[in-house]
T-cell receptor, first 110, second 115 residues
Framework: GEDVEQSLFLSVREGDSSVINCTYT??????LYWYKQEPGAGLQLLTY?????DMKQDQRLTVLLNKKDKHLSLRIADTQTGDSAIYFC??????????FGKGTSLLVTP | DSGVTQTPKHLITATGQRVTLRCSPR?????VYWYQQSLDQGLQFLIQ???????AKGNILERFSAQQFPDLHSELNLSSLELGDSALYFC??????????????FGPGTRLLVL
């Protein structure tokens, strides 16, 4: 399938904002998702955005979508140590499957 | 807790063997998806079932097969196992899964180790 690209690693200090970036290539994607995976755990849905939206905010999470550049970002405000995890960006392909990036490991230091 | 259950949580077996992974979707969800997560390939879509019928196929090997039963639970069968099949296998479920845009909720996964 098409490639979804993410940076592999991000480190932030507790209390700062984290921004995780993602680029996708399938312009037909109608929905884009962010999932979180903690060590030894499954994938937890964080949020999603429909392709006709530019921004979606959900408590500490803000998703920005730039369709022209096929760029998606996830901003976590007031990042806490409990936010340390791997964050996956995913696009829904022209079928019904999710096409995932390799994941960004977020490390939050005190 | 997503409401999707998977058993077993861990599975250790030998090359050449066959295993069955089981998934129960969230109550009311008709679609079940199987994904494989490995270090080298990342998360890859394997196959989708909707209300008992195969709906979409991804990078699923011929040695692997799946089915969805009338009670909507699904099983993923992996046969002639190879070392490279060691991975975390996730099941996800969603409501309609037809027109797209139906959010997929993931189970905790089954960790398979082939020795």
């Amino acid at each position: 399938g098409e490639d979804v690209e993410q940076s592999l690693f991000l480190s932030v200090r507790e209390g700062d904002s984290s921004v995780i970036n993602c680029t996708y290539t399938d312009s037909s994607s109608t929905y884009l998702y962010w999932y979180k995976q903690e060590p030894g755990a499954g994938l937890q849905l964080l949020t999603y955005i429909f392709s006709n939206m530019d921004m979606k905010q959900d408590q500490r999470l803000t998703v920005l979508l730039n369709k022209k550049d096929k760029h998606l970002s996830l901003r976590i405000a007031d990042t806490q140590t409990g936010d340390s995890a791997i964050y996956f960006c995913a696009e829904m392909d022209s079928g019904y499957a999710l096409n995932f990036g390799k994941g960004t490991s977020l490390l939050v230091t005190p | 807790d997503s409401g999707v259950t998977q058993t077993p949580k861990h599975l250790i077996t030998a090359t050449g063997q066959r295993v069955t992974l089981r998934c129960s979707p969230r109550s009311g969800d008709l679609s079940v998806y199987w994904y494989q997560q490995s270090l080298d390939q990342g998360l890859q879509f394997l196959i989708q079932y909707y209300n008992g019928e195969e709906r979409a196929k991804g990078n699923i090997l011929e040695r692997f097969s799946a089915q969805q039963f009338p009670d909507l639970h699904s099983e993923l069968n992996l046969s002639s196992l190879e070392l490279g099949d060691s991975a975390l296998y996730f099941c996800a479920s969603s409501g309609e899964g037809l027109a797209g845009g139906e959010t997929q909720y993931f189970g905790p996964g089954t960790r398979l180790l082939v020795l």
